[in-house]
């Protein structure tokens, strides 16, 4: 496991102090849902908006300044991709004005990665759960 630099994660905890409207409104709709979120986590050498870490589903919320480096997100999701990492992408305004819904479609998105995609099957001789 590589060490994190000092300096980003000095600036992940900034940025926690720092939050974006849409980031702490966010943030208090999922801090209550397991599992767990985090704001600002350090992957490689990106910080990651917002995060769960037990299905590595990584939450980037964009303001307006997105349009302008839409490149440079790209290869951060790649990157972030190669290491295992889901990343949805929301714009600040949809996060402010549909915060349900954003969270909705979040809270989905782990729940899908939860399920594992070939459960192990029952123990012979074991009893099937009542219906």
């Given at each position: ?13 900034q940025?926690?102090?720092?939050a ?9 709709a999922?801090r209550?849902h397991?599992?767990?979120?985090t ?9 990651i ?14 303001g307006?300044?997105h ?13 972030l991709?190669?290491q ?11 996060v ?5 819904g ?11 990665a ?6 192990l099957?029952?123990r012979?001789?074991?009893r099937?759960?009542?219906i």
């Amino acid at each position: 496991m590589q060490r994190i630099p000092p300096e980003l994660t000095a600036n992940a905890r900034q940025l926690r102090g720092d939050a974006t409207p849409a980031e702490r409104v966010l943030w208090s709709a999922l801090r209550s849902h397991r599992p767990r979120f985090t704001r600002q986590l350090v992957v490689g050498h990106y910080i990651i908006d917002l995060a769960c870490r037990s299905v590595k589903l990584g939450i980037e919320l964009d303001g307006g300044h997105h349009a302008l480096q839409v490149e440079a997100d790209e290869a951060r999701s790649r990157y972030l991709a190669s290491q295992g990492w889901t990343i949805l992408r929301f714009w600040n305004n949809d996060v402010l004005e549909n915060t349900e819904g954003v969270a909705e479609v979040i809270l989905a998105a782990v729940a899908q990665a939860a399920t594992h995609p070939r459960p192990l099957p029952c123990r012979e001789g074991s009893r099937l759960p009542p219906i």
